[in-house]
């Protein structure tokens, strides 16, 4: 009987698991665009691509293909 209660509990994580996949898919592109607007702001805080990598611990040509799609 405690093998038929794991596959249930199995099942219900499984569908769990592809409802929070699902539902988080919109929402990693959201959360990219925010990452490149955070990029952004902080280029134009410092004045300067390489000031604002060096902030960010990032290379001035990742912060550069952030921007980009911007």
């Not at 607007?37 to 960010?56: E, G, M, N």
Request: with cysteine; glycine share 2%.
């Amino acid at each position: 009987m405690d093998h038929l209660r794991g596959a249930t509990d199995l099942k219900i994580l499984l569908r769990a698991t592809l409802e929070i996949t699902t539902f988080t898919k919109p929402w990693r592109h959201a959360l990219r665009k925010l990452d490149d607007l955070i990029v952004f702001i902080r280029v134009v805080d410092c004045a300067s691509f390489s000031a604002a990598a060096r902030s960010l611990n990032l290379t001035p040509t990742t912060v550069s293909k952030q921007i980009a799609p911007l």
